[in-house]
């Protein structure tokens, strides 16, 4: 049965089937060759010949993607920001392009660099405030409508349907940036979304162990065309070992992702209204600013990801995280173990972040392991 009759917790589970018919092996050959000879007419015998172009094992991977996402195509690269510096390259010079002004650190300086460097000029929007997004774009100017969801570290929502209105009516595509949501919950391109991003090295692979970026296209058409020529001509698709290790990872992801969203909505709701605790930032929770929108757009759960507001500042909520005994002191996101970030360390005194966020990426373990974890660290604050 072709990928898009089944359904998304069915096509993760058989990720690493599709290709081995040949065989019956359940678990199919990882193809490390670099390269691939021609046939007796001297032409190739798959559709690419060298592994930057393409290989079995990266198809496979990316049509399991493109699958969970009920898109046309998939791209994978060889990390979260190699995929989204590549699609920045796409916009056409001196464009304009619009972005929330709290996201992920990593894209917010890239394309301030280019902004910089007068390749893109660049509007920062208030997902909090209602209508700064269509005032943010200009008619026949804005190309690209770049916004993530929920939103990293505040987890706000933003409405993908009425932002795919906004950016088409504008003549602007919309690309979201979905790795909170682990491509089990929301399907962007469902939601008229025409490009969704995964930083695959979370959620998707899930274990810690792969650095991959991907994009999913509604349709494919000459942009998608030059994506995928920046990735062979600048040498980004992820390697086969990888695409192997991912495939691996994502053949869990319903079941690792459902965990998460249990054990964090019980954190959530142990902590809100803390004495130690100011606030509590997790869509799952009714007092949560972007509550209403994630209980419409994200299917089933709201995932594993939240931050603390401390009581105190810069040094109590670092303090938190040094305390942690099962709970890692680490970055990134979406692993089968919980993590704990003090994000304005990481992103430097210019980052809106406040000081006293800590960030809580909560795992499969045990809720009642986290939560005595979690307490015991507040205690010492
Ligand atoms: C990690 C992350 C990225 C960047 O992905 P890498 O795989 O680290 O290059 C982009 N967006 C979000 C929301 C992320 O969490």
Known sequence: MSNDRLRPETVA????????????????????????????????????????SGNPTLWQTEETIAALER????????????AITILLETVPHGAHVVAPDVMYYGTRDWMKRLEGLG???????????EGALEKALIKGKTD???????LNPTWDLIDIEAAANAAHAAGAILAVDATATGAVTTQPL??????????ATKYLNGHSDVLAGVLVTREENQRWADVGMLRTKMGAPLPPLECFLLMRGMRTVFVRYRQCSINA???????????????????????HHGHAIAARQMRDGFGGMMSLLVKGGFADAQKLCTRLKV????????????????RKAVEGPTSPVPDNLVRLSIGIEHADDLIADLEQALAAL
Do not use: C
């Not at 081995?20 to 690419?48: C, F, M, W």
């Open 265 to 287: 909505m019980a954190i959530a709701r142990h902590f809100e209204g803390h004495p130690k605790v100011e606030r509590v930032l997790y869509p799952g929770l009714a007092s």
């Open 144 to 150: 690209l409508v770049w916004i993530e969801t929920p």
């Open 327 to 342: 709970i890692v002191p680490a970055t990134s996101l979406g692993g089968v173990e919980s993590l704990a970030e003090h």
């Open 190 to 199: 469902k939601l008229g979304a025409d490009i969704v991003f995964h930083s």
């Open 13 to 52: 589970a058989h990720a690493l089937r599709a290709v081995h018919e040949a065989t019956g092996a359940v678990v199919p050959p990882i193809y490390l060759s670099s390269t691939y000879a021609r046939d007796e007419n001297y032409q190739p015998k798959l559709k690419e010949n060298y592994v930057r």
């Open 71 to 82: 898109g046309t195509s998939a791209l994978l690269f060889a990390s979260g920001m190699a």
């Open 119 to 129: 390749r893109i000029s660049l509007t920062l929007f208030d997902p909090k405030q």
